[in-house]
């Protein structure tokens, strides 16, 4: 196998159709048909199934490029390391560094070519921000909700900490095509009385918004990772709050439906340690991100 079967098999995942990963990556369909088949053949197992909305990963595929995806940025950050000198190093949460900051730093990069950011995923928010706490990142990126950091309702770290909020992350609450709240107008209220609210676990950023917004008494079931959420809410067992960030290419194809009802925004929040030192390495970055 080679990289780019790679690269072209997680932006299927992304965007769940042909067409739609052969837009993003430049390509021809057939071309990425044929890097997918290749991809699987060397593997001798399918990653993906057809289905009416497009291609759903198998539950294997799911667990291989989500390595896949660890492997590659471990990979992508060693190359830079070859070619530059010292630079900034940001910590950020995998779904965040996977959707929300290539295109930050595409902005950063046309704005400050000068300025080399050098990309950490971290899957546990927990393992981030100690490793910002020790000074292994140079400054985390998260989600997190309201005036001070953790305000989402995780623990934030004894150390002292600054925050910058880069923008707002749009949030939907999503159904299957089907449900009968559909159509209208609903209230938080109707949302809580028809129950089945569906998150992945309580120490996800989604979770902790769905209980931010609905209470903390709110009855939720956890269901394991994002794409379970994603099939149980097509397959009409529950409600989920989630990033449209999350679910467009299920809601463009049909196979999930948004409820008309407001969701509060999550904040992309940048957080670094309190002191001189850490400050006057990200000044750049904050002036860059201050501008964009």
Do not use: K
Not at 96 to 119: I, N, Q, Y
């Amino acid at each position: 196998m080679d990289l780019d079967q790679l690269r072209t098999a997680l932006a299927l995942l992304r965007h769940r159709t042909i067409n739609r990963t052969a837009a993003a990556q430049g390509l021809a369909p057939s071309s990425v048909s044929d890097r997918i088949r290749r991809l699987e053949t060397e593997l001798g197992a399918p990653l993906f199934a057809r289905d009416h909305t497009g291609m759903q990963p198998t539950s294997a595929g799911q667990q291989y490029l989500r390595a896949a995806a660890a492997a590659l940025h471990t990979l992508d950050d060693a190359a830079g390391q070859l070619h530059a000198g010292p630079g900034l190093v940001v910590g950020a949460q995998a779904s965040v560094a996977d959707e929300l900051l290539p295109a930050v730093l595409d902005e950063l990069g046309s704005a400050r070519p000068d300025l080399r950011v050098r990309l950490r995923p971290e899957p546990d928010r927990g393992l981030l921000l100690a490793a910002l706490e020790r000074g292994d990142i140079d400054a985390a990126v998260l989600l997190d909700a309201g005036e001070h950091l953790g305000d989402l309702g995780f623990p934030p770290p004894d150390s002292a900490l600054e925050h910058l909020d880069i923008r707002p992350v749009a949030m939907t609450v999503v159904v299957s095509p089907r449900h009968p709240l559909l159509g209208r107008p609903v209230t938080m209220g109707e949302i809580q009385r028809t129950g089945g609210l569906i998150g992945r676990e309580p120490r996800c950023s989604f979770w902790m918004a769905t209980r931010r917004w609905l209470g903390p008494d709110v009855d939720l079931t956890a269901v394991g990772g994002l794409a379970q959420v994603r099939d149980w809410t097509a397959a009409g067992r529950g409600i989920a709050l989630l990033p449209e960030f999350a679910v467009h290419a299920d809601l463009d194809s049909g196979r999930l439906a948004a409820l008309d009802v407001p969701a509060p925004p999550l904040q992309l929040r940048l957080v670094w340690r309190h002191d001189e030192e850490a400050t006057s390495r990200l000044r750049p970055l904050l002036y860059a991100l201050a501008q964009a």
